[in-house]
């Protein structure tokens, strides 16, 4: 099995990516679920979701700057002979931060480089058509052998930096069908991310948790353009495998029978 996969700047990257916010502790559900994700996700239940992907041919990751994150690729690279591509997304609010984020993405192994969307909102201009420290940031970037990209969760953020021709050559942003997350209604969003000639990778796609992995999937995967990409976190080898069987599903065309989560009410069903 071999998931398909798109070149961004030479780099082959699966169009299925390892989210990371299951991996430490960021839930978008309840303190409790954020504990909880924190105690269970050690090193190797990290690896062992990894080298899940890894069988299916999937070879990215996003995450933060951590070490965490760099262990679990070394991990599997020995493991599995496959390297992730880090997708890193340093930065905040503060400029100086930021940089001192990318440059130990550098440090430690990043491809891409995508600061987070705590500093690229938070300096976008919508108005005068420009992102703050744009340009300086992509130099960053490049001078440190990494491709450049932005995270954001501010649709015109991409219309903004398409439009000023910035040197950002994927985007991060949030879309699914429930809307959580996305500031304007999905469907002026799918206009966006289907107009930028850029790679969008798509996260947030079950809306972290609250819509099963079937519909949503089905719906991401058939309103994005071929070259953009969909960023998934997960719980367990099992979630991995469920998630790429209904992707591929939808990317090849073919239905495929899900088996259903049964209760004894739902017995009747049957």
């Not at 989210?19 to 190797?44: E, K, M, Q, W």
């Not at 069908?177 to 990778?201: A, H, T, Y």
């Not at 079950?206 to 994005?224: K, M």
Request: hydrophobic share 40%; aromatic share 8%; glycine share 6%.
């Amino acid at each position: 099995m071999d998931f398909p996969k798109v070149s961004i700047e030479g780099i082959e990257i699966s169009r299925l990516i390892c989210g990371t916010n299951t991996f430490f502790g960021y839930s978008h559900f309840s303190p409790a679920r954020d504990t909880f994700l924190v105690r269970h996700f050690t090193i190797d239940r990290i690896v062992e979701v990894m080298e899940t992907l890894a069988d299916a041919g999937i070879n990215a990751i996003m995450s933060s700057p951590n070490e965490k994150t760099e262990a679990a690729i070394a991990q599997v690279k020995r493991s599995k002979g496959v390297e992730f591509v880090w997708i890193c997304t340093p930065g905040n609010q503060d400029f100086e931060e930021t940089k001192n984020g990318i440059r130990w993405a550098a440090d430690h192994g990043a491809r891409i480089c995508m600061p987070h969307q705590c500093y690229t909102d938070n300096h976008l201009v919508a108005g005068e058509g420009r992102l703050i420290h744009a340009e300086e940031i992509t130099e960053l970037i490049r001078s440190l052998g990494m491709v450049p990209g932005l995270s954001n969760h501010r649709p015109e953020t991409i219309t903004t930096c398409d439009k000023a021709g910035y040197d950002f050559a994927t985007y991060i942003h949030p879309y699914n069908v429930d809307g959580f997350l996305c500031p304007v209604e999905i469907d002026w969003l799918q206009r966006v991310i289907n107009e930028s000639p850029k790679p969008i990778m798509c996260v947030k796609p079950l809306a972290a948790g609250r819509i099963l992995p079937a519909p949503a999937l089905r719906f991401v995967w058939s309103t994005i353009k071929p070259i953009d990409l969909v960023v998934i976190g997960l719980l367990s080898p099992e979630e991995a495998r469920e998630d790429i069987e209904i992707s591929l599903g939808v990317l090849q065309g073919i239905e495929v029978e899900q088996k259903l989560s049964y209760t004894r009410s739902k017995s009747m069903l049957v």
